[in-house]
């Protein structure tokens, strides 16, 4: 999706409402008649036209500069799977967070999903609700995106998806706000003029080792098979703050380890463990050339000493006997030995 | 030792609890679920899985997330679960799960990317088929060309191939050998396999740099070399060749300035 201008008044949904209007109802004529009457959606119709859209939440998905290639698709793909879902131009980052709320404003969200790169290595992530609300920030790690060819589902576009959460959001009261968070923000609202009337994936936050991991799946059957469609990534929460990108903080992962700190750590390890090899090593060769310890002689060893009799002299005049060669020096080869066989 | 992340935790905790409680009533928007679409449930029980008795009941307390196979099964789970609570109140407020097979609308992934994707999980089974088809051969004991005909035909071609017997007979007149068993065969006996082996690359550079080492007990300077003049050429020895070439094309063809003149423009740059 590309970024759309600043209009104002948000006349954007309004024109694209009617153009797809349009199309799927050209979509259905061709089809109408083949189609039989024994379907429940002989015509389907424009969302918009099953019903009023009241819940009007949309979400700018937007990044900083310096953004890698991986994420860059999957804020393409989050665009693709929210329909509710705006796009805007790059953020320098010499500007303080608080300008987000401003850009927000001027393209009418009320949710908004940054990405934020630093050294062109780690991905963060903040999840905010923009006027006053309660926002969030995210390390992401583990990032597939849609492109990837395992991921063998597919969902139609702009469809609604079902939520899925796990039982431990309803324990913590930090993860409580973040789930209704991410409620409000992942869900598309009903006959949204860009969704699909269908309901055919899921997505599912799941709570495990500390960290949330996010996957969606396409429903291919009733019965609840499912298959990846992707994205799929691992958020790790860092902070949750009362204001949106700002305010006093509310809540702080504790065992939340930065990634350079996680690097260095790494990095340590590696060298104390060259280190001990080094000095393991160093002892080594100090042992060998430390003089060996030359025990004291005891003036009292000789007491119980006795000297054993002399054996007499024994002149040997005659020569030894040869000894047996048990090697037989005249067997012949292998391949002769087969060949006199032969023959 | 050293603080580590998880140990130094200053927090307010009566202050910030309040804090999120607020904000969780002042982000609540009150919506009826058909807006939200949102499930909590634990993963649902696979009936098949827990017969064979891989993948017990976990809850994500016990889950270790660095068993790849275990944790997506229990994302998988999880879904399920969400889907199977969720059809009979989508029934509810008659929202669809299943679309029609004629309704074309645009797709989360392109056609192209879905071909590509089919045509990966087709090769992946194909090398799959074969790989079982070879283990299982070879679990059987059979090796390529292990039928009595071939083992024959090769037995006969080494014999020839040692002087054994001068006939030829196994090249002509096979009734029963196919071509490619005969090809096989003397491919796999041939002298020259060793010779097959180095790549063109090889051989051009056998040939241009010799095979190195001493010439052990070759002459040189001999009456022939010596009459070689084919590497005489006669510009060259009489002084007429690049010189004029050189000078006429340009003051510095190849040629490194001096030493005066290198430490000047290092001391200039």
Redesign the interface.
């Known amino acids: 999706m590309a970024a759309s201008k600043r209009k104002r008044g948000g006349q954007g949904p309004v024109n694209k409402k009617a153009k797809k209007g349009k199309f799927v109802v050209d979509q259905r004529e061709s089809q109408a008649e083949a189609e039989p009457e024994t379907k429940n959606e002989v015509t389907v119709p424009a969302p918009v036209s099953m019903g009023k859209w009241t819940n009007k939440e949309r979400v700018l998905i937007f990044s900083s500069r310096g953004i890698n290639f991986r994420t860059r698709h999957l804020m393409q793909d989050l665009r693709t799977m929210m329909p509710h879902a705006k796009a805007d131009t790059k953020m320098d980052r010499k500007d303080k967070l608080f300008v987000i709320n401003e850009v927000c404003e001027m393209k009418n969200c009320n949710k908004c999903l940054f990405f934020e790169a630093k050294k062109k290595q780690d991905l963060y992530m903040w999840i905010s609700n923009c006027p006053h609300g309660p926002s969030a920030k995210f390390l992401v790690q583990n990032i597939h995106t849609l492109a990837e060819l395992k991921m063998t589902g597919n969902c139609l576009k702009g469809s609604r998806p079902l939520l899925s959460f796990d039982p431990k959001f309803d324990t913590e009261p930090h993860y409580a706000v973040l789930k209704e968070l991410f409620i409000q923000t992942f869900s598309t609202p009903r006959y949204h003029p860009r969704s699909q009337p269908f309901v055919d994936h899921v997505f599912t936050f799941t709570i495990v080792d500390n960290r949330i991991w996010f996957r969606n799946y396409q429903i291919i059957e009733e019965n609840a098979a499912l298959v990846e469609i992707g994205p799929r990534f691992v958020l790790n929460l860092m902070k949750v703050f009362q204001g949106s990108f700002g305010g006093p903080t509310l809540y702080e992962n504790p065992v939340f380890q930065s990634p350079n700190l996680h690097r260095q750590q790494l990095r340590l390890a590696a060298a104390a463990k060259v280190r001990e090899k080094q000095a393991v090593k160093d002892l080594q060769k100090v042992k060998r050339t430390m003089a060996k310890e030359t025990l004291d002689k005891d003036v009292t060893d000789d007491v119980f000493l006795t000297p054993a009799e002399k054996k007499p002299v024994h002149i040997q005049t005659e020569a030894p006997e040869p000894k047996v060669v048990k090697k037989n020096k005249h067997k012949a080869f292998k391949r002769q030995r087969m060949q006199r066989l032969r023959r | 030792g050293l603080l580590k992340?998880?140990m130094n935790?200053l927090?307010d905790k009566s202050k910030?609890?309040e804090?999120?409680?607020l904000?969780?009533a002042?982000?609540?928007?009150g919506?009826a679920w058909?807006?939200?679409?949102?499930?909590?449930?634990?993963p649902?029980d696979e009936v098949l899985t827990n017969a064979e008795g891989k993948v017990s009941a976990v809850s994500?307390g016990e889950?270790n997330?660095d068993d790849d196979f275990q944790?997506e099964m229990?994302?998988?789970r999880?879904?399920?679960?969400?889907?199977?609570n969720?059809?009979p109140l989508?029934n509810e407020h008659d929202?669809?799960?299943?679309?029609?097979d004629?309704?074309?609308?645009?797709?989360?992934?392109s056609d192209q990317?879905?071909q590509?994707?089919r045509k990966?999980?087709i090769s992946k089974q194909l090398i799959l088929e074969k790989a079982k088809k070879l283990h299982e051969q070879r679990k059987f004991g059979k090796k390529v060309g292990d039928s009595k005909e071939s083992r024959a035909m090769m037995s006969a071609v080494k014999k020839y191939q040692k002087g054994i017997t001068d006939k030829l007979d196994f090249l002509d007149g096979d009734q029963k050998m196919s071509s490619n068993l005969v090809f096989l065969a003397l491919l796999q006996n041939c002298v020259f396999n060793s010779f097959l082996s180095p790549s063109a690359k090889r051989k051009f550079k056998d040939q241009k740099f010799g095979f190195g080492g001493k010439k052990s007990g070759k002459k040189w300077n001999t009456k022939e070399s010596f009459n070689d003049v084919s590497d005489f050429r006669a510009k060259v020895a009489h002084g007429r060749g690049e010189k004029g070439g050189r000078k006429g094309k340009g003051g510095k063809q190849n040629k490194r300035p001096g030493k005066s003149v290198r430490r000047k423009m290092k001391g200039r740059s």
């Open positions: 992340p998880g935790v927090v910030t609890l804090g999120l409680k904000c969780l002042g982000l609540h928007k919506l058909v807006e939200r679409l949102d499930m909590t449930n634990p649902a994500n889950l997330a944790r229990f994302f998988y999880q879904a399920q679960a969400t889907v199977l969720a059809l989508l929202i669809a799960t299943k679309r029609p004629d309704y074309f609308a645009e797709m989360a992934k990317h879905m590509k994707i990966k999980l």
